[in-house]
């Protein structure tokens, strides 16, 4: 989606995640996507791809410029990786085997997670303001995911505020641009 944001000529290789290809694994430590290959070089990791890709090229802009307010893009992206993530991923492949009291748990994680964001969505159209950034391109998948596996749970809070911003993100243009090459 950055790349289509951005108007970056670029081409996607699909990998079955389930088959991890010897090109893919030869390129990346752990064999995980997405991976960029720029000038020969190759970029892992989501946020650290979409950063230079922002800055390689020119307008628009989806990293802010005031210091601040970078470090509160990244203070989302670091949320996400380091405490969504880990949450969504045992919601969606571990919930059956978790106990009374764990499943209790992770559903206060994540109520607490859907809080979080829709107080950012409250005066707000995107995560950082009334501009898309890199904060929202990152974040959107995974509530995505978790909207898409209806959990029981989530229709708590302002929840209808996210579904609004995810509707927001996913109706632009570039994204309907990425899955339909996708
Ligand atoms: N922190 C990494 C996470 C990458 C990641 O976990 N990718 C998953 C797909 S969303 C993957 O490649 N899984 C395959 C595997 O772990 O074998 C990023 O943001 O790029």
């Known amino acids: 989606m950055t790349l289509e944001e951005k108007n970056l000529r670029y081409s996607l290789i699909e ?15 752990e064999g995980k996507v997405p991976l960029l290959i720029h ?16 800055e390689i090229s020119g307008v628009p802009y989806l990293m802010p410029t005031d210091p601040l307010a970078r470090a509160k893009v ?5 949320w996400c990786d380091q ?5 969504l991923d045992r919601f969606k492949y571990e919930w059956k085997s978790l106990s009374e009291s764990e ?6 994680r994540i109520q607490a997670h859907l809080l979080k964001l829709s107080q950012a969505l409250e005066k707000n159209l995107f995560l950082m303001g009334d ?33 609004i911003w995810l509707n927001r993100v996913t109706s632009r243009p570039s994204f309907e641009r990425v899955m339909r090459k996708s």
């Open 15 to 29: 990998e079955d995640l389930s088959h991890l290809s010897p090109e893919l694994l030869a390129l990346h430590p």
């Open 103 to 108: 499943q209790e748990l992770l559903k206060t």
């Open 131 to 163: 501009q898309l950034t890199l904060a929202d391109i990152h974040v959107f998948p995974f509530y995505r995911q978790l909207q898409k596996s209806h959990p029981d749970f989530s229709n708590l809070f302002q929840v209808s505020l996210i579904d």
């Open 83 to 87: 405490l969504l993530k880990p949450d």
């Open 74 to 78: 990244r203070l989302w992206t670091y």
């Open 39 to 54: 000038s020969g070089e190759v970029i892992h990791e989501s946020s650290i791809i979409n950063e230079y890709l922002d």
